[in-house]
Nanobody, 122 residues
């Protein structure tokens, strides 16, 4: 499985971005997909997850009410719509695929892609 996140950029506080993650691979059929982020000098942090075969979603407290995770199964695409961005949202955002659970811990995800940089600054 190959995952590639894109859509990051520089945005002002209060602004919006929509990240996407393209998945490819002959047998791509995960149980769940998630978004994680890592800021400089900080540990990787869970953002949101979604079940690939259903509609269950799970958000970090920091993402609730501002971020929305969604997917397009037919195109093997994962999305993260972010509004009301704050400087503390600045990080490299990674998408990941897991075979077991819609979880908030990175250990549940086996496949990871290179991230996309999101910078929130005025």
């Amino acid at each position: 499985v190959q995952l590639q996140a894109f859509g990051g950029g520089l945005v002002q506080p209060g602004g919006s971005l929509r990240l996407a993650c393209a998945a490819s691979g002959r047998t791509f059929n995960p149980y769940a997909m998630g978004w994680f982020r890592q800021a400089p000098g900080k540990e990787r942090e869970f953002v949101a997850a979604i079940s690939w075969g259903g509609d269950s979603t799970y958000y970090a407290e920091s993402a609730k009410g501002r971020f929305t995770i969604s997917k397009d199964n037919a195109k093997n695409l994962l999305f993260l719509q972010m509004i009301g961005l704050k400087p503390e949202d600045t990080a490299v955002y990674h998408c990941a695929a897991g075979s077991t659970a819609v979880a908030g811990s990175a250990e549940w995800y086996e496949d990871w892609g290179p991230g996309t940089q999101v910078t929130v600054s005025s």
